[in-house]
């Protein structure tokens, strides 16, 4: 357990709904990193997080895809309208800004989508 | 954009054997981290590194920042070291993006 914490761990929903995953960061760290991971590849960056500003989201893979961390502490990811290949594990790490380019991230259990 | 290739793919050995992953990345980096994943998801960094060698246990991670290449070893194998093992760089000079390899998978047999 590295203390980063999401909420569904599985998620099965049916084409057209909106689904949205929570993550519980390690208290103290002030960045939060969204990725998806589909079998057999690494995991994509999607977006991240310093405290509440949402310092990249260039990288979300279309305008259905949306964060948000409005205290700086926990996050959501929604996706709106969900397809067949949004399916993938979705992962939260977090990590404690320290000035260098690459931090330590912790990672969570990540949530699996199924989109039926 | 940083390119990251991973070698093997797949990697299968016996208990005791020694192992060696490889990761090469295209743009010059302060530091490379060396993750691993289990079945099921969770990922754990193991290091994280800018230069020379860093060891944990059997593990050893080693990065020559001038030929842009890194190893990972793991001496002595046994079968509870069996997962992806993923390196992952900044995406460019300066930024917090990372750009993961596509992993090497490992199994290690009793």
């Known amino acids: 357990d590295t203390g980063v914490s999401q909420d569904p761990r599985h998620k099965i929903t049916k084409r057209g709904q909106n689904v949205t995953f929570r993550c519980d960061p390690i208290?103290?760290?002030?960045?939060l990193y969204w990725y998806r991971q589909t079998l057999g590849q690494g995991p994509e960056f999607l977006t991240y997080f310093q405290n509440e500003a949402q310092l990249e989201k260039s990288r979300l893979l279309s305008d259905r895809f949306s964060a948000e961390r409005p205290k700086g502490s926990f996050s959501t990811l929604e996706i709106q309208r969900t397809e067949q290949g949004d399916s993938a594990m979705y992962l939260c790490?977090?990590?404690?800004?320290?000035?260098?380019?690459?931090?330590?991230?912790?990672f969570g259990p990540g949530t699996r989508l199924t989109v039926l | 954009k940083n390119e990251v290739e991973q070698s093997p793919q797949n990697l299968t050995a016996q208990e005791g054997e020694f192992i060696t992953i490889n990761c090469s990345y295209s743009v010059g980096i302060s530091a490379l981290h060396w993750l691993q994943q289990h079945p099921g998801g969770g990922i754990v960094s193991l290091f994280m590194?800018?230069?020379g060698k860093k060891k944990h246990g059997r593990l050893i991670a080693t990065i020559n920042i001038q030929e842009k290449h890194s190893s990972l070893h793991i001496t002595a194998s046994h079968p509870r070291d069996s997962a992806v093992y993923i390196c992952?760089?900044?995406?460019?000079?300066?930024?917090?993006?990372?750009?993961f390899g596509r992993g090497t998978s490992l199994i290690v047999h009793p």
């Open positions: 992952a760089v900044p995406t460019a000079g300066g930024s917090y993006i990372p750009t």
């Open positions: 590194l800018s230069s």
């Open positions: 790490a977090s990590s404690l800004k320290t000035g260098q380019s690459t931090d330590t991230q912790y």
């Open positions: 208290s103290e760290h002030n960045r």
